[in-house]
Antibody, heavy 121, light 107 residues
């Protein structure tokens, strides 16, 4: 069955770039139907959609983060990635990747287990 | 952006209780509303999509309803494994926004 797993540094310094990768297993990331998304959750707070990508290269970002975010896909590795630059303490959060049924019902399922990224010097 | 609110923010209930959680959108989202369950330290899990469609594998004690701006998630008979935080998410327009969550704990 489909599984997603986030990976990347757990600590990033302020003003630097946060980089995470999501590895998809159990199915191909090359799907006409499904997209692949990133969502984050600051400690003790709610959920915020960051961005979503299709294997074909279509990308959609949350306007609130668009100036700092890049999402990319590597079909040869069945992975997609997130880069968030110029991070501050406000970017400290658990970052999740998820399959995104974009443009239809726009649900996220399943999700990876999440990875905590702390922004601190 | 479409703003989502939920009420109550938390509630205490007993096993076997009927529980209802409300979600309201700042504008009509025409039924494009999803519900998720999140347990401590775990990722959210999709329960219901498009307001009332049960995701595969989700117990039938969960149900959803609503239209336009107002939606409800109902758990017909609360089970021990249902103690969690529940989030609604509007799927009508980008950016896709979530409610602040409703925590359901044991009375």
């Amino acid at each position: 069955h489909l599984q997603l797993q986030e990976s990347g540094p757990g600590l990033v310094k302020p003003s630097e770039t946060l980089s995470l990768t999501c590895t998809v297993s159990g199915d191909s990331i090359i799907s006409i139907t499904y997209f692949w998304g990133w969502i984050r959750q600051p400690p003790g707070k709610g959920l915020e959609w960051i961005g979503t990508i299709h294997y074909s290269g279509d990308i959609y970002y949350n306007p609130s983060l668009k100036s700092r975010v890049t999402v990319s896909v590597d079909t040869s590795k069945n992975q997609f990635s997130l880069k968030l630059n110029s991070v501050t303490a406000a970017d400290t959060a658990v970052y999740y990747c998820a399959r995104h049924n974009y443009g239809v019902d726009n649900w996220f399922d399943p999700w990876g287990q999440g990875t905590l990224v702390t922004v601190s010097s | 952006d479409i703003q989502m609110t939920q009420s109550p923010s938390s509630l205490s209930s007993s096993v076997g209780d009927r529980v209802t959680i409300t979600c309201r959108a700042s504008q009509s989202i025409r039924g494009y509303l999803n519900w998720y369950q999140q347990k401590p330290g775990k990722a959210p899990k999709l329960l219901i999509y498009v307001a009332s469609r049960l995701q595969s594998g989700v117990p039938s004690r969960f149900s959803g309803s609503g239209s336009e701006t107002d939606y409800t998630l109902t758990i017909s008979s609360l089970q021990p494994e249902d103690f969690a935080t529940y989030y609604c998410q509007q799927s009508y327009s980008s950016p896709f926004t979530f409610g602040p969550g409703t925590k359901v704990d044991i009375k």
